[in-house]
């Protein structure tokens, strides 16, 4: 596998920034948190040590190899197999990536170690930052997350209000919703009241539309999603229901790029299609391949087939959320 393929994905279409080249600078899966809802599986390494997990060097050497290829995105997007703010190049990376596109980066991030100066230093050097909240307390926050010890919901809180105080760019917040955790009346207003102090740009409510680390995740209904933006205010909108932006030209390169799609999250035969902007039978033919290689595996949830890579792999995937 070439240094290329190893750290960067795509472009493939995504549900919140259209045409986006992934950039996955950590190890799978080293999180601060260990999301019950996490498309990754569990943690691996609860950890809020920042050091460079994986090289600065080597990424820029593979994004600046895919800029002089002619790659066209609507923006770069650092994420991942874990929490891409552990790296402790990610200022460096995202200055260099300036130095070699113009194309604008977004960081995906949990937000948790935004508490800390040097964190908000390098992710204000990003365009859009995209951090998550999907809970109004303390109790929920650990159901949902299972945060590392020394994280709280108020550190969370205190370190996104802190960065929106010295942020320029967009700051586009996702909430993810569990039915029976933290989609009820009281919950929803605790949320409100934090995303006031927290002052985004956007708000995003996402759900369970692919398998999760645990089973038991269950999904509000549409209805009730609509309920829920509608209580949020205009800046919010549902993204769970994905429909692709269309940007012309297919992307694939083969079932490399299949695989490389599937080790960020699971998806369907749609997804992939769609992502990938392949027709079915090319992209069955792709996951033929790679099933004989042992390198993907299918699993259910809610009846619909979700292809993923291979627990048994040797290399990480990417893109928690
Ligand atoms: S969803 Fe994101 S923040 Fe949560 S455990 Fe997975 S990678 Fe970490």
Redesign the pocket.
Known sequence: MTEKMYYLYGPVSSRRLGRSLGVDIMPH?I?????I????G??TQKSIERREYVPVAAVLAAIKQKVKEGLDADFITIGG???PTLNSGLGRLIGGIKGLSNIPVAL???G?LLFRKDVRDDCAKADVLLP?LDAGDEETFQRM??PHQDISIEKLVAGLCAFRAGFAGKIWLEV?LVEGLNTDDEQIGRIARLIERIRPDKIHLNTAVRPT?EAHVARPGSNKLRHIAARLGPKCEVIADFSPKQHGARFVGGAADVLSMLKRRPCSLEQICSGLRIRQDEALQYINILRKRGAVESTKKDGKTFFKASSKRGRPGG???
């Open positions: 899966k999180c601060t948190l260990d999301c809802y996490c498309q990754l569990r943690s197999s874990g929490e995906l991030t949990n948790t998550s997350n299972r993810f680390a893109g928690g959320r």
